[in-house]
């Protein structure tokens, strides 16, 4: 079975075609990031605006890569949501009229179990159940993974997602956008004993987060300061160890709670290298297993969407007429494929 599968839930057009025999037949990715870095983040607009240019010509050219013609398609995926309203319009329109043109079945499909099951996409994948961190610009959640489509989310951010802290703290240093791989880059040149910033929540019981006073304490710490370019790597990396100790931290009580061995990070914050390193760190000082996508798969990306779009398309489920789109949607509301 080939699917073909369309994201485009914020500033990605990502296209790609998965067959449950041969893996990743082909994909491509065009980014937005420079379309949006004189803002400082996404202009919703201009993010939809630019998948309707985009998403055809990446159809046509991951069709050819993969030596494909539109009767060899069996499904087509598309992200239905969460995310921008008009971004998500644009793949939902043209993945139904594919499929209304292709006469094959096609299903909306959920974000951020795009995300989850990625790791789905390697060589090395993990057995259920698992504990899945999922960090990116508009989530951090920890979900009780027991089965494709059977989330239990135990603990998530109350406030500012771990991406969008990234963000935010990178345009009051004065940083360019997206702000994860910039922090991060910088942080390699900060002093590691300069600062010392909180961990939030660490102390009080229970699996949610909160990043908003992190980044509150940035700010006053960083406009108490001289301002210097080294003070400015100091901040980013106390920041980002912050970030990462507390994601450290709540998984570690996480699996605790659940009894589980296996960790999967998935979402564009599990391509921060420093937060790979240190859930490698928790892995060898608890004998745990984690797994992870390559890089371009942490980011928004058609492959996830293809993958999530087969299994549950194996399963039997299909759209029925027309569509929509949900730019809200809980993952826990999510179903087993084939279950109502």
């Not at 991060?184 to 909160?210: H, I, Q, W």
């Not at 790597?233 to 970030?243: G, I, L, N, S, T």
């Not at 399963?315 to 949900?326: L, N, P, R, Y």
Request: hydrophobic share 40%; with cysteine; net charge negative.
């Amino acid at each position: 079975m080939k699917v073909l599968g369309i994201e485009t839930s914020c500033d990605d057009t990502g296209i790609a075609i998965y067959d449950d025999q041969q893996g990743l037949l082909a994909e491509a990715l065009y980014s937005q990031i420079a379309l949006h870095a004189d803002y400082g983040g996404v202009v919703p607009e201009l993010a939809s605006r630019d998948h309707v240019r985009r998403i055809i010509p990446l159809i046509n050219q991951v069709m050819k890569q993969a030596d494909c013609r539109p009767d060899d398609i069996d499904g087509i995926a598309y992200t239905r949501g969460p995310g921008l309203m008009g971004a998500l319009m644009v793949g939902a329109a043209v993945g139904r009229t594919l499929a209304w043109t292709w006469k094959c079945p096609s299903i909306g499909i959920h974000h951020m179990e795009g995300h989850l099951l990625a790791p789905m996409l390697e060589e090395n994948i993990p057995d259920f159940p698992f504990l899945a961190l999922l960090v990116s610009g508009g989530h951090t959640l920890l979900v009780d993974v027991t089965g494709i489509g059977q989330y239990k989310i135990i603990g998530e951010s109350l406030d500012d997602a771990v991406g969008e802290a990234f963000d935010k703290t990178a345009k009051m240093l004065g940083l360019g956008y997206p702000g994860g791989p910039i922090i991060s880059e910088l942080a390699l040149k900060g002093e590691t004993d300069r600062y010392k910033f909180p961990r939030p929540m660490v102390n009080r019981p229970g699996l949610n987060m909160s990043f908003s006073g992190l980044k509150t304490f940035v700010l006053n710490t960083w406009m108490a300061s001289d301002q210097s370019e080294q003070t400015k790597a100091d901040v980013a990396y106390a920041f980002q160890e912050a970030v990462v100790d507390t994601l450290a931290i709540k998984c570690r009580r996480a699996l605790k709670e659940t009894g589980y061995r296996r960790l999967v990070m998935a979402g564009g914050v599990s391509a921060n290298k420093r937060l790979r390193s240190r859930m490698l760190e928790l892995a060898k000082t608890s004998s745990l297993d984690v797994f992870y996508p390559q890089q371009q798969f942490c980011t928004d990306n058609g492959a996830m969407i293809a993958y999530a779009g087969l299994q549950r398309l194996s399963a039997g489920e299909k759209d029925g007429d027309g569509f929509s789109t949900t730019p809200r949607w809980p993952l826990g509301d999510l179903n087993a494929p084939g279950i109502d």
